[in-house]
């Protein structure tokens, strides 16, 4: 393993310091290093792998698409990009229309333009929030930590505490411009927001003429037990972020619009080369054909009950929050970054958003036999790293 990384700190620049693990193949939810250890991967790439490694329908959409029209332009059609565009309407809104891009930053990128389009500039963001890198995206993550070397971003971007209904009544204005939320922050320590706050959200949206973003870029397809989380509330949001889980590995996000929201960009005002490529969407289209035959939002279901059983009167744990398949296991003291160690030397790949917090997010195919062995192992490496 050392041999293999003694080129990263020589070739790449610092930005993700320099990893533990070079990983060479995985299968489902299982990845092997390039020492042929195994681990159970609890971390799934961060919410990407919906469908575990090499999972063959993934396979062979991808493999066919690029053996047959691997990239167009936007100038040009391909019926994957018409395919999935459809599918993401019929799952969201009749009124949606959908932008394709490549990440979940720049799918940020795309509804902070949107939102400039209102006519007005002022966002409300959440304290501890996190929506990407890019300089538009940093401006409304609420983590100075991140933002605060890249000073001055976008103006007029006013941050909240999550959860406090009277903080969004009183910030929230007929100046915003829009609300950004994420319906579990999860680079923020995997914390829910509730029913009643995002219902509140989408009425102080109606009332002020805000629009409601709803980032879903981690807790999207799937993942929290529904196809998009702001399901549970009962609403839907003026703009819905996707990325991650949706290519299942292959790089694609979407900027979903509705009502009035689908349509403030018009011919010429955004783009990207890449955005919509016939590789991502074949990808993408095949999550979404596995999500619906393997009925992947009860898994999710499942996965929690699972979890939440066997960890429930475990030393150490002090909560687990959050719903489906992204559980945040709140430590009693800050010793999370030596679980996530521990469970490495263990065979077991999870990580820490925060000190006291360790961050659940398997594959949704993630079989018993692995979820059980990961719980194990997982459990050790917690109850390792409480006595110490
Ligand atoms: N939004 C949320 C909620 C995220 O969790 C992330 C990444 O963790 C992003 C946006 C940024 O996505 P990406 O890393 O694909 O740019």
Redesign the pocket.
Known sequence: MQESLTHWDATMMATYGIPALVLVNGKNATVWDVDGNSYIDFLAG??VNSLGHAHPELVQAVSEQVATLGHTSNFVAHPQVLKLAKRLVDLTHPSARVFFCN??????EAAIKISRRTGRTHIVSLEGS?????TG?LSVTGQSAKSGPFLPLLPDVTFIVPNDVAALRETVTTETAALWL?PIL??GGVIPLTNAYLQAARQVCNETGALLVV?????GIARTGTMFAYEQAGILPDIL?L??GLGGGLPI?ACIGFGPAATLLTAGQHGTTFGGNPISCAAANAVLDVVAKESLQERALKIEQVIRNFLVSCDGVQEIRGAGAMLGIVLTADFGPNVVSAARDLGLITNSPLPNVLRIVPPLTITDSELNQGLEILKTAILQAWKV
């Open positions: 961060i919410a990440s979940g930053a720049e799918a940020n996190f929506h990407g890198r890019t995206a994420e999860g680079e980032d879903e870029v981690q807790t972020l990325a991650k996000g």
